[in-house]
């Protein structure tokens, strides 16, 4: 294909000023949603105190395994019964509760295939552990925060409900049975804290048997709920949250199918509308046939990469290598919409459109940096600080 005369090419800067105005527009407002989405990249993927995520956390995020890769240790399931069995052999009982029915009674109704909150299923340990990780916003994690929220606050804030009003048998109470009910159905819950405070032990959990704090009120817990098993030890009880596995650290972190599918159909659709729009107008600049071929198209194509990689990343074996990859797509992409929004603006207006161009990026590299001091900086800061104490 011939490369056309310049001469005969229509290119931005022929455009009415109203035009360039809309166009310049649409550009910067791309910029900065890009930017933004910056941020949100951080606080989906990247490890507390870093501002985006590290190679780690693009691993265990998209392939579910840690980052350098450790031998895969022995499935939960069968370490579990493993760590059962030892646990049984000790000999010594005391009073438990069986806390895998609980789970099962109180949080399935909704967190369960056929729940009105599926997408965030419950009805296994591998499942509930997403929502034991710690953070400054949930400092003893997220399932920890809903089940002592207030009942006020029902949704994804407070699973308080779940034990009385949003209760599968509630509704076909009487009000004097909902006033006897009331203490035991409290009982579960503390009992479910107390479970997710000794850092939600997954072999007292697969044994439906978690032995109690010496201050649980008993008397509250329904009998069909009590149970025996061998006493916490208190080392464990201590470093369990801060001694798991890595392998199980890094599956509670992966994004789930559900959540990724949502992500991929939402980026593909909304980005490449974008992408073709900042591409169609770098096309019609007035730099060389060969640049704007290649640069044109980039961003659009690599972010089709991108995406695959997420899904890539998926597999076995390879998976984490896919994930390593996004770094650089996603660079990729980042610098070729740079060029594509710099370069066209540049492009479209003669030397006094320039001055105030250049005016401009002067001015929000200034606010950026205002933003850097008053607000990441301290974001940051008190993220590196969080994890300092915890680790304490």
Not at 69 to 89: C, G, T
Not at 288 to 305: D, G, N
Not at 347 to 364: P, R, S, V
């Amino acid at each position: 294909m011939n490369n056309p005369s310049p001469t005969s090419r229509y290119t931005l800067r022929d455009l009415p000023l109203p035009a360039k105005l809309v166009v310049t527009a649409f550009l910067i407002s791309v910029g900065l949603g890009y930017l933004w989405a910056m941020a949100q990249i951080h606080f989906k993927h990247a490890s507390l105190g870093n501002p985006m995520p590290t190679t780690e956390d693009l691993v265990s995020r998209f392939s579910g395994v840690p980052w350098p890769i450790e031998p895969k240790p022995i499935p939960n399931e069968e370490e579990a019964a493993k760590q059962a069995d030892r646990a049984n052999a000790v000999g010594v009982q005391v009073p438990a509760v069986k806390i895998k029915t609980i789970v099962d009674t109180r949080c399935t109704w909704c967190h369960g295939p056929d729940g009105e909150k599926s997408e965030m299923p419950l009805t296994k340990y591998d499942e509930i552990a997403k929502y034991l990780m710690k953070n400054p916003e949930n400092p003893k994690g997220h399932l920890h925060t809903v089940l002592t929220g207030s009942p006020k606050n029902w949704n994804r804030k407070s699973m308080v409900k779940a034990f009385k009003e949003k209760s599968q048998d509630w509704d076909d109470m009487t009000s004097d049975q909902r006033t006897a009910a009331g203490p035991k159905r409290e009982a579960e819950r503390l009992a479910m804290i107390a479970w997710v405070e000794a850092g939600a032990p997954q072999a007292q959990y697969e044994a439906n048997a978690f032995p109690l704090p010496s201050e649980f009120q008993l008397k509250d817990l329904p009998e069909a709920l009590n149970a025996t098993a061998p006493p916490l030890a208190p080392a464990t009880e201590a470093a369990e949250p801060k001694a798991a596995d890595k392998w199980k650290e890094a599956k509670k972190r992966q994004i789930s199918v559900e959540a990724l599918t949502q992500s991929t159909h939402a980026h593909l659709l909304s980005f490449s509308m974008l992408w073709a729009l900042t591409g169609l107008a770098f096309a019609f600049t007035s730099y060389s046939y060969r640049v704007r071929c290649i640069l044109s198209p980039l961003v659009l194509v690599v972010q089709v990469v991108d995406i695959a990689c997420w899904w890539l990343a998926r597999l076995d074996g390879s998976g984490p290598y896919f994930a390593i990859a996004i770094v650089a797509t996603g660079g990729i992409v980042a610098l070729g919409l740079g060029g594509q929004i710099t370069l066209s603006l540049f492009n479209m207006y003669e030397k006094k459109g320039k001055m105030i161009l250049a005016m401009l990026f002067l001015i929000g590299a200034g606010l950026f940096g205002l933003t850097y001091v008053k607000v990441i900086a301290p974001q940051l800061q008190a993220e590196k600080d969080f994890v300092a104490q915890r680790a304490k």
